[in-house]
């Protein structure tokens, strides 16, 4: 890890909700923290106004799909052309409907049980907490 892939991290974390980041590689352990009141954080981040990412009133929804580690999502797989149609279908349980890179380890984020996504929450690329909210949800009966 060189000091442009430490910069890149510290401006992944400033620009998502995530409040600390631990990393440890080849036995040297990195850890960046922000203050709880995002005091002091500058960051001037994409489709933001205030360097940290929202979703519109994820509250209003029925359920979500959360995500099962802290890492970087995107609705699709890296290596393929097309995104997940998850709009107005309902989806299994254990079905994937995004994927998780942890480090170099990518994982599918699967709907915990039958239902129908709606809107995705945060954008592909961004990287997220463990349990933050990925998908607003409604279970199918």
Do not use: W
């Amino acid at each position: 890890m060189n000091l442009e892939d430490i910069e890149r991290l510290v401006q992944r974390l400033a620009c998502s909700p995530v409040g600390t980041l631990e990393l440890e590689l080849e036995g040297k352990r990195l850890v960046l923290q922000r203050p709880a009141d995002g005091d002091g954080v500058q960051a001037q981040c994409e489709g933001t106004s205030q360097g940290m990412p929202h979703a519109e009133s994820p509250e209003a929804a029925l359920d979500f799909i959360r995500a099962p580690a802290a890492g970087v999502f995107y609705a699709s797989h890296p290596l393929a052309e097309e995104t997940f149609a998850l709009a107005d279908r309902t989806v299994e349980a254990g079905e994937p409907v995004g994927y998780l890179r942890v480090g170099s380890v990518l994982s599918a984020v699967n709907a915990g049980e039958r239902g129908v996504p709606g809107e995705q929450l945060v954008e592909s690329g961004t990287l997220v907490g463990f349990g933050q909210a990925l998908f607003a949800f409604a279970k199918a009966s």
